[in-house]
C-alpha cells in the first residue's frame, strides 16, 4: 500500500509541475532567413550567420536582430521581437498554474511573428523596393 502511494504521489507531483509549453516549445525556435540577393551576408544578433539562407535557433525569450548586407545595397535590420502566445498563460492558469514556474522563466511561452524571413536588398542596379515575406 506504501509504494502505490509513493507512486501515486510521484505521479501527481510529475503532472503538477509538468509544463505544456515547456514541453511542446521548448525555449528555441527554428528561424529561416533568406535573402533573395545573390551571396548577401546575414548577421544574427552581430554574429556572422551565412549567406543566402540561414536556419538557427533562436532563444524564444530573447529579441534578435537579423542584419543582410552585401556591397552596392542597401543594408536591411530585421527586429524579430519576442512575443508571449497568452494561450499559453490561459491553459497554465486554468489547468496548471504550477507550470509558471518552468513557462515564465524559460521563454517557452514566448515566440516570433514568422520562423521565415525572406529579404531583398535594394541594389544599385536594382530598382525593386525591398520586401519582407513569410512562408
Same mark, same amino acid.
Given at each position: 500500500?506504501?509504494?502505490?502511494?509513493?507512486?501515486?504521489?510521484?505521479?501527481?507531483?510529475?503532472?503538477?509541475?509538468?509544463?505544456?509549453?515547456?514541453?511542446?516549445?521548448?525555449?528555441? *525556435?527554428? !528561424?529561416?532567413?533568406? $535573402?533573395?540577393?545573390?551571396?548577401?551576408? @546575414?548577421?544574427? #544578433?552581430?554574429?556572422?550567420?551565412?549567406?543566402?539562407?540561414?536556419?538557427?535557433?533562436?532563444?524564444?525569450?530573447?529579441?534578435?536582430?537579423?542584419?543582410?548586407?552585401?556591397?552596392?545595397?542597401?543594408? *536591411?535590420? !530585421?527586429?524579430?521581437? $519576442?512575443?508571449?502566445?497568452?494561450?499559453? @498563460?490561459?491553459? #497554465?492558469?486554468?489547468?496548471?498554474w504550477f507550470a509558471f514556474i518552468t513557462d515564465a522563466p524559460t521563454g517557452a511561452w514566448n515566440s516570433?511573428?514568422?520562423?521565415?524571413?525572406?529579404?531583398?536588398?535594394?541594389?544599385?542596379?536594382?530598382?525593386?523596393?525591398?520586401?519582407?515575406?513569410?512562408?
Amino acid at each position: 500500500m506504501k509504494k502505490v502511494k509513493t507512486i501515486a504521489l510521484g505521479l501527481i507531483f510529475t503532472l503538477c509541475f509538468s509544463s505544456c509549453a515547456l514541453m511542446f516549445n521548448g525555449t528555441k *525556435k527554428r !528561424v529561416t532567413i533568406q $535573402s533573395m540577393t545573390p551571396k548577401a551576408k @546575414i548577421y544574427i #544578433d552581430g554574429e556572422y550567420a551565412g549567406e543566402e539562407v540561414v536556419t538557427q535557433k533562436l532563444k524564444r525569450k530573447e529579441d534578435h536582430t537579423i542584419i543582410i548586407k552585401k556591397e552596392g545595397c542597401k543594408t *536591411k535590420t !530585421v527586429n524579430l521581437d $519576442s512575443e508571449i502566445q497568452v494561450g499559453w @498563460i490561459v491553459f #497554465d492558469a486554468l489547468l496548471n498554474w504550477f507550470a509558471f514556474i518552468t513557462d515564465a522563466p524559460t521563454g517557452a511561452w514566448n515566440s516570433f511573428e514568422k520562423s521565415k524571413y525572406v529579404i531583398e536588398l535594394e541594389c544599385d542596379n536594382n530598382s525593386d523596393t525591398p520586401n519582407t515575406s513569410a512562408q
